[in-house]
């Protein structure tokens, strides 16, 4: 392997882990004020990106315009699978394998709603800085990808300031936390789930409009960045949302290591054996127990 | 009437509805078409491999969606040694079902430790598994290609070559299996699955050994899965990777959720719900995976128990005069 290969997939791995770490980011967000899996995580970004898609190339209208869309139509989902399915599960007492396949459920939906709505083609959409690439020791990244990773970045330490310095960051993990003592202060528990849904689907759209110029939209594309995320999410303790990016990092470099090592055929077959390899050796994260109580 | 009488009546309708059952299976396709009669193979094929998954659901909570995976390996093992090896039909079929269980094995025990989303994720992580290697092992499956020219059935000189005469092949096999499950239901094993999902911390201190029976379920769950998958390879004579992706999976875990998890029969109303509907709304393009999503949500939602479970309570109701059944614990 040459020195300008491994730059090359050292930042691709890069480029990818911070997708994958947005999308546990949602998860993670989902789980810290929810202690729920959304497994449709993946295909909320899949709506942020034909959104924006449609709205900008369908509509003409300009790309930032149809970023906004994109993202708010995230949150806008991620708040209707609470009313529409977690509420609704809650209410009959469902298991936690119930929230799971609803979740799956709906997932699998927009899925099926993208194929019937856009054919089994994939749309490329264009970045932010368009195509322009930045060259690092000769490899090459996109300017779009150096965004991505920046705006990342600035997502976690937005969330990390709702959660310590806001009232209602503050309220959303009491409601999750002790549900019952939360209540007896007056918190509003169901509105505060509400909430953390729509949180984690601005999140997931944003991941999204970001993602879609890498890979391009395709219907199927959900799935796989939901449980690649999950990976992410669990690496970094399941509710920590620096931990998530971390993870998701650390994924993403191992997987485009062995992309360059093994074959590009079988990226997915490592990612997907890491993520059960995680489960089972790893389940608490890379940080210890603390993270998984939200605390 | 005393009680005795009762039970008598009681088990010479139970009877009498058998034979009139029997009889509606054995004359059902002189009367239909040969796309009807297609699509009751199929939901035939589909009841078998969605047993597994159903009775892993219902007794082990245990949810997979790696079965696409086993009925994948069943098809590909007995596409692949009848036509390169040349070995002969039921070998193929055995093999496909030991090479399933074997891998079923390896993966299930260090697997089904975890519990809960963890599990039910990481069986769709193999499920995806699977598919990208039934892709990429070209010289196994060719890939993309497919594998073509798979020989059909016979026995005794009988060629099992139309739906018409494989529906007399797959639903014995279904009913047989079927059975079979409710003999387990019933056994010694049956009690202790019950008592492993509804107690565990109880299950364990009463000497069920949990680790081993929760892996042997699955095994037997993944080669009925492979079998399921030689009989479809034998009935179409050609496969490709795109008869086990993903939604293969849905399929299979949408059986198990719509037919009832608890109720062994209902797996034959989920399988032919998943079977007829895409070919009915086939005139409408790609529409059939977003209505099995959203019968999957529905059905979590709002019919935890299935058809099976439904019709059972329905039938409960019914016979005590509107009083609240007790929760039907399987059969």
């Given at each position: 392997?040459?020195?300008?290969?491994?730059?090359?997939s050292?930042?691709?791995?890069?480029?990818?882990g911070f997708?994958?770490?947005?999308?546990?980011?949602?998860?993670?967000v989902?789980?810290?004020?929810?202690?729920?899996?959304?497994?449709?995580?993946?295909?909320?970004?899949?709506?942020g990106?034909?959104?924006?898609?449609?709205?900008?190339?369908?509509?003409?209208?300009?790309?930032?315009v149809?970023?906004v869309?994109?993202?708010v139509?995230?949150?806008?989902?991620?708040?209707?699978?609470?009313?529409?399915?977690i509420?609704?599960?809650?209410?009959?007492?469902?298991?936690?394998?119930?929230?799971l396949?609803?979740?799956?459920?709906?997932?699998f939906?927009?899925s099926?709603?993208?194929?019937?709505y856009?054919?089994?083609?994939?749309?490329?959409?264009?970045?932010?800085?368009?195509?322009?690439?930045?060259?690092?020791f000769?490899?090459?990244?996109?300017v779009?990808?150096?965004?991505?990773i920046?705006?990342?970045?600035?997502?976690?330490?937005?969330?990390?300031?709702f959660?310590?310095k806001?009232?209602?960051?503050?309220?959303?993990?009491?409601?999750?936390?002790d549900?019952?003592?939360?209540?007896?202060?007056?918190?509003?528990?169901g509105?505060?789930r509400?909430?953390?849904?729509?949180?984690?689907?601005?999140?997931?759209?944003?991941?999204g409009?970001?993602?879609?110029?890498l890979?391009?939209?395709?219907?199927?594309?959900?799935?796989?960045?939901?449980?690649?995320?999950?990976?992410?999410a669990i690496?970094?303790?399941?509710?920590?949302?620096?931990?998530?990016?971390?993870g998701?990092?650390?994924?993403?470099?191992?997987?485009?290591?062995?992309?360059?090592?093994?074959?590009?055929?079988?990226?997915?077959?490592v990612?997907?054996?890491?993520?059960?390899?995680?489960?089972?050796?790893?389940?608490?994260?890379?940080?210890g127990?603390?993270?998984?109580?939200?605390? | 009437?005393t009680?005795?009488?009762r039970?008598?009546?009681?088990h010479?309708?139970?009877?009498?509805?058998?034979?009139?059952v029997?009889?509606?299976?054995v004359?059902?396709?002189?009367?239909l078409s040969?796309?009807?009669?297609?699509?009751?193979?199929f939901t035939?094929?589909?009841?078998?491999?969605?047993?597994?998954?159903?009775?892993?659901?219902?007794?082990?909570?245990?949810?997979?969606?790696?079965?696409?995976?086993?009925?994948?390996?069943?098809a590909?093992?007995t596409?692949?040694?009848?036509?390169?090896l040349?070995?002969?039909?039921p070998?193929?079929?055995?093999?496909?079902m030991?090479?399933?269980?074997?891998?079923?094995a390896?993966?299930?025990?260090?697997?089904?430790?975890?519990?809960g989303?963890?599990?039910?994720?990481?069986?769709?992580?193999?499920?995806?598994?699977?598919?990208?290697?039934?892709?990429?092992?070209?010289?196994?499956?060719?890939?993309?290609l497919?594998?073509g020219?798979?020989?059909?059935?016979s026995?005794?000189?009988?060629?099992?070559?139309?739906?018409?005469?494989?529906?007399?092949?797959?639903?014995?096999?279904?009913?047989?299996l079927?059975l079979?499950?409710?003999?387990?239901?019933?056994?010694?094993?049956?009690?202790?699955?019950?008592?492993m999902?509804?107690?565990?911390?109880?299950?364990?201190?009463?000497?069920?050994p949990i680790?081993?029976?929760?892996?042997?379920?699955?095994?037997?769950?993944a080669?009925?899965?492979?079998f399921?998958?030689?009989?479809?390879?034998?009935?179409?004579?050609?496969?490709?990777?795109?008869?086990?992706?993903?939604?293969?999976?849905?399929?299979?875990?949408?059986?198990?959720?719509?037919?009832?998890?608890r109720?062994?029969p209902?797996?034959?109303?989920?399988?032919?719900?998943v079977?007829?509907?895409?070919?009915?709304?086939?005139?409408?393009?790609?529409?059939?995976?977003l209505?099995?999503?959203?019968?999957?949500i529905?059905?979590?939602?709002?019919?935890?128990?299935?058809?099976?479970?439904?019709?059972?309570?329905l039938?409960?109701k019914?016979?005590?005069?509107?009083?609240?059944?007790?929760?039907?614990?399987?059969?």
């Amino acid at each position: 392997m040459t020195f300008t290969l491994l730059i090359q997939s050292i930042l691709a791995g890069l480029t990818n882990g911070f997708v994958y770490g947005l999308i546990g980011l949602g998860i993670a967000v989902a789980f810290r004020g929810a202690r729920i899996i959304n497994a449709m995580q993946g295909d909320v970004a899949l709506i942020g990106a034909v959104m924006a898609y449609s709205a900008s190339v369908s509509f003409g209208l300009p790309m930032p315009v149809g970023f906004v869309i994109g993202v708010v139509a995230g949150g806008l989902t991620g708040f209707l699978v609470d009313r529409l399915m977690i509420r609704p599960t809650l209410k009959r007492r469902g298991s936690e394998d119930s929230l799971l396949l609803v979740t799956l459920g709906g997932a699998f939906a927009v899925s099926a709603a993208v194929l019937l709505y856009f054919g089994r083609d994939s749309y490329p959409i264009p970045g932010i800085g368009g195509n322009d690439i930045v060259d690092v020791f000769d490899a090459s990244m996109r300017v779009h990808a150096i965004w991505l990773i920046v705006i990342s970045l600035a997502v976690v330490a937005a969330l990390r300031w709702f959660y310590a310095k806001t009232l209602v960051g503050q309220a959303l993990l009491a409601a999750s936390i002790d549900p019952e003592g939360a209540l007896t202060l007056g918190i509003n528990v169901g509105r505060m789930r509400a909430l953390t849904f729509g949180l984690g689907g601005l999140v997931g759209g944003l991941a999204g409009v970001l993602v879609a110029p890498l890979i391009n939209i395709q219907y199927e594309m959900g799935l796989l960045l939901t449980l690649k995320g999950f990976a992410a999410a669990i690496l970094g303790g399941l509710s920590s949302p620096f931990g998530a990016i971390f993870g998701g990092v650390l994924l993403g470099l191992v997987e485009s290591l062995a992309v360059v090592t093994i074959s590009s055929g079988y990226k997915d077959v490592v990612s997907m054996t890491l993520l059960i390899a995680i489960m089972i050796v790893l389940p608490q994260g890379l940080f210890g127990r603390r993270g998984r109580l939200g605390g | 009437m005393t009680a005795l009488a009762r039970s008598a009546t009681a088990h010479l309708w139970t009877g009498m509805l058998m034979v009139a059952v029997l009889l509606v299976w054995v004359a059902l396709p002189w009367f239909l078409s040969r796309s009807a009669i297609d699509i009751l193979v199929f939901t035939g094929i589909y009841t078998i491999a969605g047993l597994g998954v159903s009775f892993l659901l219902g007794q082990c909570g245990i949810v997979s969606l790696a079965q696409s995976g086993f009925y994948g390996i069943g098809a590909y093992a007995t596409a692949y040694g009848t036509t390169v090896l040349g070995l002969p039909i039921p070998v193929c079929i055995v093999l496909g079902m030991l090479v399933s269980a074997v891998i079923a094995a390896a993966v299930g025990v260090p697997v089904l430790r975890l519990s809960g989303h963890f599990l039910a994720l990481a069986t769709l992580a193999l499920a995806i598994i699977a598919h990208v290697l039934f892709l990429e092992l070209e010289w196994i499956t060719g890939g993309t290609l497919g594998i073509g020219g798979i020989p059909r059935i016979s026995l005794f000189g009988f060629t099992f070559a139309t739906p018409f005469r494989f529906y007399y092949l797959v639903w014995p096999s279904a009913f047989a299996l079927l059975l079979a499950y409710s003999l387990l239901l019933r056994s010694r094993t049956g009690i202790a699955l019950r008592a492993m999902r509804d107690a565990p911390a109880a299950a364990a201190v009463a000497g069920i050994p949990i680790a081993s029976l929760k892996v042997r379920i699955f095994v037997l769950s993944a080669a009925v899965g492979a079998f399921a998958g030689s009989l479809f390879a034998h009935y179409v004579s050609f496969i490709s990777v795109d008869s086990f992706a993903i939604d293969r999976a849905i399929g299979f875990l949408l059986i198990a959720v719509l037919g009832g998890v608890r109720s062994i029969p209902g797996t034959i109303a989920g399988a032919l719900f998943v079977t007829a509907a895409p070919n009915y709304l086939s005139r409408l393009g790609d529409i059939h995976p977003l209505l099995f999503a959203l019968a999957l949500i529905v059905a979590v939602i709002f019919l935890p128990g299935g058809f099976g479970g439904f019709m059972a309570n329905l039938g409960a109701k019914l016979s005590s005069g509107g009083r609240r059944p007790s929760a039907p614990a399987g059969g």
